[in-house]
């Protein structure tokens, strides 16, 4: 019993096919870049929505200001801006990995069990965060995210 245990949580490499490992990872990078941008043009167009109804508030509180008998509250009731979340990427981690996978002369690459996640299952330890916080202005985030879990 202790021995299928120890077993179970030892790591394994394997030899794998550097272009296909680079096949596989420039798809995945592909992909993430895809999410990104439409993640980017969906909160831009929050963003033109937000500052919108900003502009509107201010406009009230503007007309609270012209008139002399009120005294204007000193806040804003509610900022459409603040819970805007700026979309975030990982496409620094690919194309680090893509560029040491470049340079070397190698034709197998050795990849262990949390490489391989990372690189041929698209699985990096950020994915959730990445499409979390894209999936609120990406519909394609929004998919990869119900289908992980």
């Known amino acids: 019993m202790a021995r299928r245990d120890m077993m179970a949580s030892s790591t394994i490499s394997m030899s794998f096919d550097k272009a296909q490992v680079v096949k596989i990872l420039t798809t995945n990078r592909e992909e993430h870049e895809e999410i990104y941008n439409e993640a980017v043009a969906g909160y831009r167009k929050k963003f033109k929505a937000a500052l919108k109804e ?81 999936s609120a202005y990406s519909s394609k985030a929004s998919y990869k995210l119900s289908s992980r879990r």
Not at 105 to 117: S, W
């Open 54 to 134: 900003y502009h509107s508030v201010v406009d009230a509180k503007q007309k609270e200001l012209k008139d002399d008998k009120k005294v204007p509250k000193p806040y804003l009731n509610g900022n459409p801006l603040i819970d805007l979340k700026r979309p975030n990427s990982s496409l620094k981690e690919y194309d680090t990995v893509l560029e040491m996978l470049s340079l070397t002369p190698d034709e197998t690459i050795v990849l262990d069990q949390d490489q391989y996640n990372c690189y041929m299952k698209d699985n990096w330890h950020w994915m959730d965060a990445f499409l979390i916080s894209n």
